[in-house]
């Protein structure tokens, strides 16, 4: 069972940049599909950003497309979420995801596991 931990959450002004890792227990990374969700009090859950597994295709929300960054490194089994361009309504806590794959057949796969989330907040 992989386990994941998120880190980099922090208060950053509109308009700035952060970055988001992933840290995960994973023994062989390439495995997975990791993916990035957001939540703010009373919305919903949002996908963000995913990347498969082999090869390593990228997928972005339609609210983050040419601001946000997904990449990996499998050899220290991390995975990284470039923020730039951060808006007010990209406050909420981030969490990354292990998946089977990016998307099935039938939309969004199946989250196997789940980070604690890190809370990202962007405000002046």
């Known amino acids: 069972q992989v386990q994941l931990v998120e880190s980099g959450g922090d208060l950053v002004q509109p308009g700035g940049s952060l970055r988001l890792s992933c840290a995960t227990t994973a023994f062989t990374l390439d495995y997975y599909a990791i993916g990035w969700f957001r939540q703010a009090p009373g919305k919903e859950r949002e996908g963000v950003s995913c990347?498969?597994?082999?090869?390593?295709?990228?997928y972005y929300g339609e609210s983050v497309k040419g601001r946000f960054t997904i990449s990996r490194n499998n050899a220290k089994k991390m995975v990284y979420l470039q923020m730039n361009d951060l808006k007010p309504e990209g406050t909420a806590v981030y969490y990354c995801?292990?998946?089977?794959?990016?998307?099935?057949?039938?939309?969004?796969?199946?989250?196997?596991?789940w980070g604690q989330g890190t809370q990202v907040t962007v405000s002046s």
């Open positions: 995801t292990a998946q089977a794959a990016c998307f099935t057949g039938s939309g969004t796969a199946t989250v196997a596991a």
């Open positions: 990347i498969s597994g082999s090869p390593a295709t990228t």
